[in-house]
């Protein structure tokens, strides 16, 4: 018996049994990478829970959810709002199978993934959030946010393509402004200056935690494998943000007394590698996962599902409640390098300075199939990285296993050019 | 397009509007003093005060603020004095201390005469007439450029208060020209100074105003005259004390009431804003701020620390230190009118409005004249302007804490801000260039910056000191408002402070970016309240540092970056930005 989506029982039974399989595979290898430190299990427990388990999502308090799509949504408003924000890019290849259906070939896997998830409702975290968010960023996402609204209620929220003139924050912050009596319709609670407050510093509570668990990341010698950071970043979405900086604080507190006993994860000639491109979203984990299991050290990650998403704090300038949103509209617009804006050469200063702070020894160029605003940049990055001699590849990939071994023989070469240029540096 | 046509409209019509006000600046009056003689009485000196060594009659103000003693030694009687008082229509005459009262027009300059006496003054055994005198100016019309003067017949022998610290001296209604004349210092000591070809005595130490001395003139040696003369000089926390904070009061009550206009108006003109639901929910008032997003700066707290010491040393202690004679002749460009209202001590600010009085100073009218003085207040302005720099700004200037002050007031009450987007920055701008046309070159014109400047009644009536106001207390209004909504709205358009900031280069303190550890995150052109927008999109050079930049140090306190943003000294890194110290505030461990 089909639902109003044209999907049967069976269909569904499938969908269940398939994706699971495939979650539970991705997580048991990110597990086995490297010894999972203790307090990162609380973060793995998350996606089970969210993707095999397909339970809801455990809160704290009793908050409904809100369903966001890009990284321009502000936590902190719908924290404030008396709800929780839940992200919803998925990886999942079988939703994004389903997706497939209802969205044109050419359209990425991210996009169709979300849509499969919508027409599939078989995904707790996706089907109990009472509206979704959708920044109109990217062309694929902008359909979305207008096709997707048949199975959800979506606000479209809308970004202003460039975002250096006063007048596009301006743009910005009367849509948070629009979106807010919204939130309250749902919520039907108050956003006042004390939530609102509230709610930057929740937010800010976590991006400290970050800021330190970064420290750790920066040391020479791994502490913990790249592949179970994005994975601890991946559950950021599906945790209230107060537990998940709980939780950061013990792994934390775990990292010192790694470093202080020497229990490092990665050797000392391993190439140091920096990923960057399209968002890498649980459980499409595979590109982290080819390049720590070919030897290399994800050292670092510029992607809008890992640190991006969490980097830039919020800096209050003035204490009245105007000028706690004009923080947020800033923060959320200015600093981010997402390739949808106009000039985003802010991007390549930001990975320099990620090279420079991690030790990057090359970069790898994730590019998800149809993602062209990823797809457009890797120009300029390419260029920008030759003149400072870092090595760079562009892998692209879609939301499938099928084209794992040739991205397998893609990284295991680059790897090895790594290793190459360093020795050639040595003699 | 349209509303940037009505916007240029605007701004050409407040430019033209300050040229034109500007000429007419004293018949808009917002605060003048009416001296009511009828309050001052006479009384013979109880408090002992140090009399000058070689006169018998002298003036003094009480601490009541109201009364006019004049004090005379045993062997004088007080019926035997008259004392003249100069008066809107002429001087007058009262004799016999109290029982006549002097007119309302008085103007606040009053001599009192003795009769004259014979002494042997120069022990030669021969006794002298001796006609004694004492002057006392009252409150001075600040920059009158007629002096005050009697020329009555009674009282040949006159001195007069000219400009700054020169004295002229009358004999006969005639300027008295190379005449040797005798001083008696407030001290004791005495000292013979000539007077120039324009009647004047040069070179009399400010304190010797201030406190009282006695100038001694004879004509042929048989006819002595003394003059006994002090400016006035009110003790701290009398009744003449605070009734200088008047035009204070009256102007924050405008600016009171200018807020709640401009409050109520915003709120008006807002209602079909889609986001006003939200604006009027916002809670205004005063409540405990809920934002844990402060972090100790110790550089921000010495800024602060520093503020304060500027303006209690620029207001309060104007006073003690232009009478202990050490720093008096020490230039500082910030605007700190105690020193210069009374025309007693020196400021660039006045002389930089009224630039012939500068050129006269040194110009080829009087070459000789006070080389020393010259050379120091070149020294210390240029000292100023191009090693400090709009450092001053940030750090001593008076008019930065009122408007600092008027900003956290404003966010303890949680209104929020007008917020100058670059647009209307770019509309603010002209009008800086108006001021600083008045600033240099209005004197010039044959005006006076002092009547139209905002910041004239401030400092000047914290410190004691009578001023009335003109178009400028108007101005004051507005710049108390626009301070309360904009943070630093005078310093965006200040005059003085943009001359100040063109010797940028050779500024020991300097504004640097590190581009490499920028995210362009914007926190910085947020709370820069001079909007310098260069300072986030900046991403080759190091020196960010522009004409307006005042080293208030809010970008590098609101900077997320480690080492983005440094300020520095002769090359020496003195703050710099930090994600350490920034992150903290956020950590669970501050809150608990």
């Known amino acids: ?427 | 397009m349209k509303g940037r046509k009505i916007g240029t409209a605007i701004v050409c019509a407040v430019c033209v509007f300050l040229i034109v006000s500007a000429f007419f600046a004293k018949d808009f009056v917002l605060y003048d003093y009416h001296m009511n003689v009828s309050d001052y009485h006479y009384a013979k000196t109880e408090e002992e005060k140090p009399l000058s060594a070689d006169t018998s009659v002298w003036f003094s103000y009480g601490d009541a603020g109201k009364a006019v003693y004049y004090g005379v030694s045993d062997e004088i009687r007080e019926e035997n004095m008259t004392v003249y008082a100069l008066t809107q229509t002429g001087e007058m005459s009262v004799t016999n201390g109290n029982e006549n009262p002097i007119r309302q027009d008085s103007l606040g300059h009053f001599i009192a005469t003795l009769p004259m006496t014979e002494v042997d003054i120069d022990s030669d055994g021969e006794a002298e007439k001796v006609y004694d005198y004492a002057r006392a100016d009252l409150g001075l019309n600040a920059f009158n450029p007629a002096p005050q003067r009697f020329l009555a017949e009674e009282i040949p022998f006159e001195l007069v208060f000219a400009e700054r610290k020169y004295i002229m001296v009358y004999y006969g209604n005639e300027i008295l020209k190379d005449a040797e004349i005798f001083v008696t210092s407030y001290n004791g000591e005495r000292k013979k100074y000539q007077t120039d070809e324009h009647g004047w005595i040069q070179g009399l130490p400010n304190r010797d105003i201030r406190e009282g001395f006695t100038a001694v003139y004879s004509p042929d040696g048989e006819v002595v005259y003394r003059m006994h003369y002090a400016l006035e000089d009110y003790p701290y926390f009398s009744v003449h004390f605070w009734k200088a904070h008047l035009p204070l009061v009256v102007i924050f009550a405008l600016a009171g009431i200018g807020i709640v206009a401009v409050y109520r108006i915003r709120n008006r003109m807002e209602k079909h804003n889609p986001a006003y639901k939200v604006y009027s929910r916002e809670r205004v008032g005063i409540y405990p701020g809920t934002l844990h997003q402060k972090t100790t700066s110790k550089f921000l707290f010495v800024r602060w620390l520093c503020l304060f010491a500027g303006m209690f040393l620029w207001t309060y202690a104007g006073k003690l230190i232009h009478q202990g004679q050490a720093l008096n002749e020490i230039s500082i460009p910030v605007f700190s009118c105690p020193f210069n209202l009374d025309q007693v001590a020196e400021v660039p600010c006045y002389y930089l409005s009224h630039l012939p009085a500068l050129f006269g100073r040194f110009g080829a009218d009087f070459p000789e004249r006070n080389i020393a003085y010259g050379v120091l207040f070149i020294v210390t302005t240029l000292f100023c302007f191009i090693f400090l720099g709009r450092i001053l700004c940030g750090f001593l200037c008076p008019a930065g804490l009122l408007q600092d002050l008027m900003d956290k007031l404003r966010q303890a009450l949680h209104i929020r801000p007008i917020v100058v987007t670059d647009r209307l920055n770019r509309f603010l701008q002209p009008i800086k260039w108006v001021w600083i046309l008045l600033f240099l070159g209005f004197a010039f014109a044959g005006g006076d910056f002092c009547d139209i400047c905002p910041l004239k009644g401030f400092t000047t009536a914290q410190g004691g000191y009578w001023t009335n106001l003109y178009l400028g207390g108007f101005f004051a209004v507005v710049i108390l408002v626009g301070s309360f909504f904009i943070k630093r709205f005078w310093c965006i358009i200040c005059p003085m402070g943009y001359l100040m900031g063109l010797f940028k280069r050779f500024n020991l303190f300097k504004l640097r970016k590190d581009c490499t550890s920028c995210t362009e995150c914007g926190a910085c052109y947020h709370a820069c309240p001079m909007r310098i927008k260069s300072i986030y999109t900046e991403r080759d050079k190091e020196n960010v540092q522009t004409v307006d930049c005042m080293m208030c140090g809010e970008c590098i306190h609101k900077c997320p970056e480690d080492n983005a943003l440094s300020m520095t000294f002769c090359g020496k890194t003195i703050y710099k930005s930090s994600r350490k110290t920034f992150m903290s505030k956020f950590s669970k461990k501050k809150e608990g």
């Open chain 1, 1 to 427: 018996m089909a639902d109003q989506n044209g999907i049967n029982e069976r269909q569904r039974e499938l969908f269940i049994r398939k994706s699971t399989r495939v979650a539970a595979s991705y997580l048991k290898r990110a597990k086995e990478l490297s010894e999972l430190p203790d307090a990162a299990k609380p973060f793995f427990d998350v996606l089970e829970n969210t993707y095999v388990k397909l339970a809801d999502i455990q809160k704290t308090e009793d908050r409904k959810s809100i369903g966001t799509l890009c990284v321009m949504v502000p936590a902190e408003l719908v924290y404030a709002a008396g709800a929780m924000p839940v992200r919803l890019c998925s990886g999942s290849y079988t939703a994004y199978s389903i997706g497939d259906d209802y969205i044109p070939r050419d359209a990425c896997p991210l996009v169709k993934a979300v849509m499969g998830f919508g027409k599939i409702k078989a995904l707790p975290a996706f089907d109990n959030c009472s509206l979704l968010v959708a920044p109109v960023t990217c062309d694929c996402k902008k359909k979305l946010a207008g096709t997707i609204d048949s199975v959800k209620d979506t606000i479209p929220l809308h970004i202003p393509p460039l975002k250096k003139d006063d007048a596009d924050t301006e743009i910005f912050l009367k849509e948070l402004y629009r979106l807010i009596p919204l939130l309250e319709n749902v919520t039907g609670k108050q956003v006042t200056a004390k939530s609102l407050a509230e709610g930057i510093n929740m937010v800010g509570n976590a991006q400290y935690e970050m800021s330190e668990f970064l420290k750790y990341r920066r040391h020479d010698l791994s502490l913990m494998s790249g592949t179970q950071v994005m994975a601890v970043m991946n559950a950021y979405s599906y945790m209230p943000v107060n537990l998940w900086a709980k939780q950061m604080h013990r792994l934390n507190e775990e990292m010192k007394l790694r470093l202080s006993q020497g229990r490092f994860v990665s050797r000392k000639n391993q190439p140091r590698i920096l990923v960057t491109g399209s968002p890498i979203a649980f459980p499409n984990i595979k590109v982290p996962l080819l390049i720590e299991e070919m030897g290399g050290v994800l050292a670092a990650d510029e992607t809008c599902m890992g640190e991006r998403g969490l980097y830039d704090p919020v800096s209050v300038i003035d204490a009245s409640f105007d000028g706690m949103m004009r923080s947020l509209a800033s923060r959320y617009t200015k600093p981010c390098t997402c390739p949808v804006f106009v000039d985003n050469s802010q991007r390549i200063y930001r990975i320099k300075q990620m090279i420079k702070e991690h030790k990057i020894q090359g970069v790898i160029y994730h590019v998800l199939r149809g993602c062209l605003v990823y797809d457009y940049e890797y120009q300029l990055m390419e260029e920008a990285m030759g003149k400072i001699d870092i090595p760079i590849i562009r892998v692209e990939s879609d939301y499938n296993e099928e084209d794992v071994e040739q991205l397998r023989i893609r990284i295991e070469a680059f790897i090895e050019l790594i290793k190459l240029k360093e020795l050639k540096k040595e003699a």
